[in-house]
């Protein structure tokens, strides 16, 4: 398990409006209608708003990919594939309903554990997507192996098959990770407890999505190449 970063309150102040008053939360879970709401209100942001939401995705994007590169995880580019990308929006309710409630104590969590989830949806889809792309819920399909708290260690060890060393390694990876996206969400000037501090959150997670899965992909050996 990632150790909890402990952070400033300025973070928390940019971060805990999720958990504790603008999605109302009951006996630590999101009501599905609040979530289809919020969610809903995003094709409802101004165009400024909406500038801004992908101009963070972005850069966020950006930054983590140089950090990887340079620890030749990542080779300059966000390797994708469609398959992958796509299955973020069928399980993204499921994963921030439980990821919600670990934001107050342990963001690093809230926001790594998506990183994971984008390594092991990569290894199964090279694995056998014929398979594995007709479950329900590939998210749930992981986290029901120990449960979300032991998230990290099945992907690690039981999925990617990481040992010793390399199950360390990864780990102090994915937290470094979930630190920067802490970092960068602490120089946002986003109103806490507001809809647009909600999408800032999925974006930030879902950015961590794909460059697990990113990370993931490089491992198996694929890359760009030109064709023609």
Known sequence: MMQQCVMSL???ANICWFACQYLSLHKNKI????????????KETTMEQQEYLD????????HLIRILTSME?????????????DKWDEVAQSYVTDAVKEIQQYPTVSLGW???LGMAVARLWDDDWEIYSKLPNIYEYIRD?????????????DILGLKDKDFDHMEKVVQGCAQQVLDKI?????????????????????T???????????ALGYKFEKIG
């Open 10 to 12: 300025f973070v928390h």
């Open 31 to 42: 009501k599905g209608s609040e979530y289809t709401h919020l969610t809903k209100q995003l």
């Open 55 to 62: 101009n963070f995705e972005q850069q966020l994007t950006e």
């Open 73 to 85: 995880l990542l080779d300059k580019q966000l390797l994708e594939s469609p398959d992958i990308t």
């Open 114 to 116: 998506a990183m994971y």
């Open 145 to 157: 192996k120990r449960g979300f708290d032991y998230l990290d260690e099945v992907v690690r060890g």
């Open 186 to 206: 602490r120089h946002e000037q986003i109103e806490p407890q507001s809809p647009l501090a909600f999408h800032a959150y999925v974006k930030s997670v879902r």
């Open 208 to 218: 961590l999505y794909r460059i697990g899965a990113a990370v993931e992909l490089k």
